[in-house]
Every structure is written in structure tokens, then in C-alpha cells.
T-cell receptor, first 111, second 114 residues
Framework: RKEVEQDPGPFNVPEGATVAFNCTYSNSASQSFFWYRQDCRKEPKLLMSVYSSGNEDGRFTAQLNRASQYISLLIRDSKLSDSATYLCVVNYADSSYKLIFGSGTRLLVRP | EAQVTQNPRYLITVTGKKLTVTCSQNMNHEYMSWYRQDPGLGLRQIYYSMNVEVTDKGDVPEGYKVSRKEKRNFPLILESPSPNQTSLYFC?????????????FGPGTRLTVT
């Protein structure tokens, strides 16, 4: 079983749609959680950190469910420019400070 | 401008010819790390460094070396590259190892070993 699992997609949605991605992680000791965005052949860029109480940044909302060990990303009013791969990232609470990346969920927003 | 830079961006080389990929950050970050990204496998950590002269292995360190003599630089060395090291490589940095701000990534180095 992968440490961080995501549905690879692609999710193909029209502009203006609301789309949600989930991600599950296997290590209950995981401490920090992030969503990164990666455009084709480019570097990953931090989209948002995920906090225990949930957090929102404009059209993006992230949620954390520690009991069920999953995090989610909700995108409202999708734009063409949201087309990208979204990476779920988990940071272990041990001395390695290692980031564990999911393989990503691909989003395609069509006109 | 705060950034992580990598050089070269593209490299085609032959098996066994030593190479170095440089990484530099201008944000005074303590933590630096190297990843490789392969289709279907996602990003995997090669080596990381908590601070100057402190380095440790990630998930896939075989065939790679690193050094951290200065805070801003973290070069990745392939002493004898092999075709299975053909990949997209990213360097990343963060203020500390466990940073709620996540990590900043360089633009990537696409390496082909023939």
C-alpha cells in the first residue's frame, strides 16, 4: 500500500464547476499536510497548507480528517487556469522531516 | 527574488560519466532536499540536509552523493550514472525541516543517461 494515495484522474470538468479531490495517508503519525500544484513539466508549487480546523484560500478549501486519515481539496468555480496536477503531501512527525508525495490527481477544466 | 535555482536544466550524458547538478537557494533556508520524479512513481526523496555539513539519505539514495558545505548550495553528484537514473530531478528548500510553509522547488533538471 502506498503511503499517500490519490485518484490519478483525470477529472474533466467544465468551467465554473466545483470539483473535489481526496487523498488518504497511511501513517497516523503524520504531522503536516499540504496540497501542491504541478503544471506539466514544471516544478511543484505550494498551493496551501492543510490545518486541522480546515482552511480556505479564495476558491480553494482544504480539510483534514485525522480519524479517517484523509485530506481533501475543494475547488469552486473552476477556471481554465486550474488545469494541472494536484499533489497531496504529508510530512512525518519524526526526525527525517521527510515529505511524502502522492502521485497526483490530474484536473482538466474545459471551456 | 526568492528562488531555488538548478543547473543545468537539461542534460544528456553517457553511462559512467560523472556529473554534478547544482542547486542554490537565496532564502537562507536551513533545509534542502533532492527529489526525482518518474511517471507513475511520483516524487521520491534522494537525499536531504538539515543544515551545513548535515546530510542524510532519503528513499532512493543509491547511485547519488550530496554535500552541504555552504548553506545556500546543495549539489547532487552522480559518480557513475546509469540509464535507470534518467529522470526529472528537483531540488527544494525550506526554512526548517518541519515547515508549515512547505518547500520551495527549483525548476527541475531533466537528465537522460544513454
Amino acid at each position: 500500500r502506498k503511503e499517500v494515495e490519490q485518484d490519478p484522474g483525470p477529472f474533466n470538468v467544465p468551467e465554473g464547476a466545483t470539483v473535489a479531490f481526496n487523498c488518504t495517508y497511511s501513517n497516523s503519525a503524520s504531522q503536516s499536510f499540504f496540497w501542491y500544484r504541478q503544471d506539466c513539466r514544471k516544478e511543484p508549487k505550494l498551493l496551501m497548507s492543510v490545518y486541522s480546523s480546515g482552511n480556505e484560500d479564495g476558491r480553494f478549501t482544504a480539510q483534514l480528517n485525522r480519524a479517517s486519515q484523509y485530506i481533501s481539496l475543494l475547488i469552486r468555480d473552476s477556471k481554465l487556469s486550474d488545469s494541472a496536477t494536484y499533489l497531496c503531501v504529508v510530512n512525518y512527525a519524526d526526525s527525517s522531516y521527510k515529505l511524502i508525495f502522492g502521485s497526483g490527481t490530474r484536473l482538466l477544466v474545459r471551456p | 527574488e526568492a528562488q531555488v535555482t538548478q543547473n543545468p536544466r537539461y542534460l544528456i550524458t553517457v553511462t559512467g560519466k560523472k556529473l554534478t547538478v547544482t542547486c542554490s537557494q537565496n532564502m537562507n533556508h536551513e533545509y534542502m532536499s533532492w527529489y526525482r520524479q518518474d511517471p507513475g512513481l511520483g516524487l521520491r526523496q534522494i537525499y536531504y540536509s538539515m543544515n551545513v555539513e548535515v546530510t542524510d539519505k532519503g528513499d532512493v539514495p543509491e547511485g547519488y552523493k550530496v554535500s552541504r558545505k555552504e548553506k545556500r548550495n546543495f549539489p547532487l553528484i552522480l559518480e557513475s550514472p546509469s540509464p535507470n537514473q534518467t529522470s526529472l530531478y528537483f531540488c527544494a528548500s525550506s526554512l526548517r525541516g518541519r515547515s508549515t510553509g512547505g518547500q520551495y522547488f527549483g525548476p527541475g533538471t531533466r537528465l537522460t543517461v544513454t
